[in-house]
């Protein structure tokens, strides 16, 4: 049964929500952090000494629901070889027009060579430009994904690309959480683990940022983390402000 | 009673100086009005979204504050469209049905105190005709034919749908509005809004929100806020029934003339609830020389805002009423219980004794109201032809009814 004095809950909510911060952010302008395991656009990954990872076996093509992936392999050049082992992807190309992003090609891919970015703002404006070739799709000299003219990055999206394929335990072992089960990467070496199930993580290696302290101000009481309740995240604040105004490269 | 009884500058015999003073008082009342109309846009849209956790406007001019003018040259430059089915000069004419009365309401409102500027007495007001605040209840009558006919206009069943609501909602409201109003003309024996004011000037405690109690102010914003069809009472507007309203068919420059009318009512009728039961432009002024004249104009600016923060803040609380609903509140509640308190304040005026008299009298007669309307509410519910949905059956066996013969007719 409702109260009387219900009648001026929602004059009281309102009241409060004045004094709350915004949940949404400026967009285009402001993006927020993504979440650790976003799916976005495709890398192809290269070894730390620039050799490429593919061997065209073309598992992620024929694992992909949609049909988007299309990889023809060839065998390596004696003098000059791409991949080390026998073959590398000679033809690369994902049609983006049909991909949905569901990341089966990269749990299938035996080498770790696929993975994915964290950017879904691309917004080409003819067909040919969906269709990424192996030249767009594999990474820099530095270990970057390449920044085409129609893609929108932003700090975060290109740095831990298939974050979530390094946090999951191979064939459900829980105890492989945490264990590095991958190759290194050009420009990274070995990434970090990625939080599991075990909830242990290690934000500062894997440079993830969790977005419920975003929305901390926002949830209720008993939805909160424990470091988002009391005066905690009022200190964060004021310690991320003191870490910004210092002067670059006296870390 | 003609007009230089209440306006001054109207006493002597009528120059060219003083014809050029009452047009630049038009003048930049419209100019002032229109400014506002912009600002209480914008106000309402950045306060509802702060409400809301929201950013709102933002893009144009600081704090997005020019966002009204680029919907404005948005809605500018679209086509103009007049439905086939559409009475067309109806059609045309309904918008500035609605436009005209809210800016001559406007110009009824006493914005600050009495200036002299070279020997001429000048209120600060665009008008103050001997009618006073009837004024504003003939234009408030006149703007729902602006709404009805554009409902009616349209040749839409939404449209039509809302224009039905639209006047019997208005028009039954405007009851307890001008009973409200009686009370507050009793009290000052002035229709004058200049005399309301002045009346009200002497400090808080001759403000008519406590000379004649709470309720005639409750009344009054309740019934306002319906009459100016603003949340929780917009169900001529109800987006999830009615589409947009009496409103949908209109496009272009004369969907603006709707939106600008309806945010200068609410101005209009901010800034009257202040001038009827907060003192209008009363308020403390210190003794600055030379900046006298300025402190009445904000305090009734901030007074005015106020009120405009309470239209905005009833939109962001409070669900909207069911049609029923709203008449029931209108017809049942408003108009008896303005009716009783105008009755006591009357009694009250002639001494201390019939005051208590009528209160009791009052009393009495809400209690017999209130216990008829039990009855009769029971009464309603028994001899309904269709049960409230609460108490309906589950129309499984209905459904199961209509199957069944489908099933039988398959199998042969």
Redesign the interface.
Known sequence: MAKWSDFFGGFRLTLQHLARPAVTSSYPKVKRAKQPRQHGRHVLNRYEDGMEKCIGCELCAGVCPVGCIRVRGLDNPVDHPVSPGERYGFVYEINYLRCIHCDLCVEACPTQAITESKLFEFSFTNRADAIYTKAELLVDDQGFPQRLPWEDWRSGEAEMTGGWMRATSPSGDADFEGITQWSGDLGFGVRAAEGGQSGQRDDEATGSKSIRHEFAPHLSSQDKLAEDRGLAPVLRKLQEQSERLKPKGTK | MNLATVDPLLSNATTWIIILIVLIKVVVGFGVIMTSVILMIWFERK?I???????GP?RWGPFGILQTLADGIKLFFKEDIVPTEADRFVFKLAPYLALVPAIITFGIVPLGGTVTIAGYPIQLQVANPPMGILVMLAMSGISVYGVMLAGWASGSKYPLMSSVRASAQMISYEAALGLTIVTVVLITGSLSTHDIVTAQSQGVWHWNLIRLGLVPFAIYLIAITAELNRPPFDVVEAESELVGGFHTEYSSLRFALFFLSEFMNTITQSAIIVTLFFGGPAGYVPNIPHLHWVFPIMWMVGKTVFFAFCYI?FR???PRFRYDQVMDLGWKRLIPLSLGWLLVVAGFMINRAWGIGTLGVVILAGVVLARSFTIGGERATKSAILPTVAQRPWPGAIIHSMMEPKLEAEEE
């Open positions: 306060a979204s702060d409400m809301q956790s929201r950013i933002e803040w962001a609380a409070l």
